[in-house]
């Protein structure tokens, strides 16, 4: 079955300590989406990706860094900058701008 | 920036009541996207529509019905006979460009929805 794998499920950190995000799509989707949900705050977000090899930010990129180096792949770091990394994190594809988004099930991380 | 508000933050009906979720945005664009998606408790977002600013037909599937009102710009979304499996964070969305280079969806904050029984 087709869609979107977010793993792991739930991630701990130190404080300091980068950390990686994986999010992997075989839907054959050129939009890849990165957004962070805090309680009461909505989605935000943080990069997005239209096509391979290019990327932009969005609305609270400072403190993390993506790489789209295949179309099934679009990772994200949590650099010890994010100064309030603590969040549930969602990744998303989609076929092209303005279409659905499929989600995946996301990543609860929690820096302590 | 564009905008999109969601009023309410939670809602608490009995099962079988009829409930309504506001959406309201604001956008410059002539064209424009407007989405609903449900957060379940398990976290993932389920797609339930996309409307472009040019249909303004309302739309119904199953219990499920959305009203479009661009005077307004207002995208509301109805449940009738609710059911506890309806209880989820429900988010509206507007596809917003981002610098120059594509679009991304710009989300309200949610309304969470509680159904008991």
């Known amino acids: 079955d087709g869609g979107i794998t977010q793993s792991p499920k739930y991630l701990f950190r130190k404080e300091g300590q980068n950390v990686t995000l994986s999010c992997e799509q075989n839907l054959n989707h050129d939009a890849m989406y990165w957004y962070r949900q805090d309680p009461g705050q909505g989605l935000r977000l943080i990069y997005y990706s239209q096509i391979v090899n290019d990327f932009q930010k969005g609305d609270i990129a400072e403190g993390y860094s993506v790489s789209r180096e295949k179309k099934e792949s679009f990772p994200l770091t949590v650099t010890s900058a994010q100064k309030n990394p603590t969040a549930f994190y969602l990744c998303a594809s989609s076929f092209r701008e303005n279409y659905g988004y499929t989600f995946g099930s996301g990543t609860r991380l929690t820096v302590v | ?117």
């Open chain 2, 1 to 117: 920036a564009q905008k999109v508000t969601q009023a309410q933050t939670e809602i608490s009906v009995v099962e079988k009541e009829d409930v309504t979720l506001d959406c309201v945005y604001e956008t410059r664009d002539t064209t424009y996207y407007l989405f609903w998606y449900k957060q379940p408790p398990s976290g993932e977002l389920v797609f339930l529509i996309r409307r472009n600013s040019f249909d303004e037909q309302n739309e119904i599937s199953g219990r499920y019905s959305w009203n479009f009102q661009k005077s307004t710009s207002s995208f509301n979304f109805t449940i009738t006979a609710s059911q506890v499996v309806d209880s989820a964070v429900y988010f509206c969305a507007l596809s917003e460009p981002y610098s120059n280079s594509g679009y991304a969806l710009n989300f309200g904050k949610g309304t969470s929805l509680l159904v008991t029984p």
